[in-house]
């Protein structure tokens, strides 16, 4: 009796084993900004499919060098749409849509301690601010569009070296904040409504006529070997339950 339990055993392990070797997994290409509802969202289709979403976060175009250099992936979001406009001419997507919008502004401390209130108050000699480089974040390309929109591209620049610190991504950025070595940067507006980082973080809204709303636009690869379950996770983002799911993280 004994040995045959051994036996059955070892089928049912060998069972969910092959099981777990079968499953089917999806990578998604996903700029930090919006981790966290494209995380819950991937646990419903996860549930859904019976598949494994696996989230490679980071900066917008480390994500698209990575999916170019591996020509592997089923999903990108960007922080800004330009990654999939600039790049369409590569082939790389072969399906696309709008999920929501973002937008940028300046973060200071909790309580804004040096009362920041408009772009011009970042030059104040008693501010160590912080910008993203904008060869590496979406909110670094966003926050030079910003500042050369409002007073030229010498005044960017000029900002950008008096900042104390170059950041890679939001991430980078808020940390920062929060750990209080900066007193202010420029970053996308939903990231303050975070959790662990609404207790920290004041924001100062930019005039529009600056920092214009930024389509967040979904796409699917052209070499996924998903592409019905990408179209499902791109589908339901989109629909009225997936978009409940991006408001409450201020999208």
């Given amino acids: 009796m004994k040995k045959l339990f051994t036996i ?3 089928i049912v392990l060998f069972s969910v084993s092959l ?8 990578i998604f290409y996903c700029g930090i900004t919006m981790v966290k509802p494209m995380t819950e969202i991937a646990k419903i289709i996860e549930k859904k499919h019976n598949v494994k979403i696996s989230i490679s976060q980071g900066g917008s175009k480390d994500l698209l060098d990575s999916l170019i250099f591996s020509k592997k992936g089923d999903l990108f979001l960007p922080g800004s749409e330009s990654y999939l406009i600039n790049n369409k001419n590569q082939n790389l997507f072969d399906m696309q849509k709008l999920i929501g919008y973002n937008k940028a502004a300046i973060f200071v401390q909790k309580g ?21 480089d904008d060869q590496a974040g979406s909110i670094g390309r966003e926050s030079k569009k910003i500042l050369v929109a409002f007073n030229g591209e010498e005044y960017y620049y000029d900002l950008f070296d008096r900042a104390i610190s170059i950041g890679t991504d939001s991430r980078n950025l808020n940390k920062s904040l929060k750990d209080k070595t900066i007193d202010a940067t420029i970053n996308w507006k939903s990231t303050a409504f975070f959790p662990e980082n609404i207790n920290f973080i004041d924001v100062i809204d930019i005039d529009e006529k600056y920092a214009k709303p930024k389509k967040l636009v979904i796409a699917r690869l052209a070499f996924s070997e998903n592409k019905d379950i990408a179209n499902d996770f791109i589908e339901f983002t989109a629909s009225k339950e997936g978009q409940e799911i991006m408001r409450n993280y201020g999208f």
């Avoid at 099981?19 to 999806?26: D, I, M, P, R, Y």
């Avoid at 104040?124 to 912080?130: A, F, L, R, V």
């Fill in 8 to 10: 059955v055993t070892i």
């Fill in 112 to 132: 804004n301690p040096k009362n920041i209130t408009v772009l011009d108050d970042l030059f104040k000699t008693n501010t160590n601010t912080m910008l993203c």
């Fill in 19 to 26: 099981f777990a070797v079968e499953k089917k997994q999806l």
